[in-house]
């Protein structure tokens, strides 16, 4: 199974990303995925997620109603829009895979990993 995240960069405030999640290796629309990232000198941190089928999305407080989670089922990937970008965000985001009925908000419910992005906001 592989997990290739993509997208990450350099923004300046305000400015806006889209992060990609390319997944190999598995029966993609079984899994539900999820967003997390982790800040350095910090624990990682749940993100977004989102069900099989795209019906249902979770966010964390933090990044509600600036990022939205979404997937392409026929493309195996799932993608993290991020606007309206603070300080606050700059992280290595990381892609997760889950046979789960919902998105959990835990990594260790997770099953496999991507190698991470960077996503560095410069205020």
């Known amino acids: 199974v592989q997990l290739q995240a993509s997208g990450g960069g350099l923004v300046q405030a305000g400015g806006s990303l889209r992060l990609s999640c390319a997944a190999s290796?598995?029966?993609?629309?079984?899994?539900?995925m999820g967003w997390f990232r982790q800040a350095p000198g910090k624990e990682r941190e749940f993100v977004a997620g989102?069900?099989?089928?795209?019906?249902?999305?979770y966010y964390a407080v933090s990044v509600k109603g600036r990022f939205t989670i979404s997937r392409d089922n026929g493309k195996n990937t799932v993608y993290l829009q991020m606007n309206s970008l603070k300080a606050d965000d700059t992280a290595v985001y990381y892609c997760?895979?889950?046979?789960?009925?919902?998105?959990?908000?835990?990594?260790?419910?997770?099953?496999?990993w991507g190698q991470g992005t960077l996503v560095t906001v410069s205020s």
């Open positions: 997760a895979a889950d046979m789960a009925q919902r998105p959990a908000r835990s990594t260790y419910e997770y099953d496999y």
């Open positions: 290796g598995l029966t993609f629309s079984a899994y539900v």
């Open positions: 989102i069900s099989q089928r795209g019906g249902g999305t």
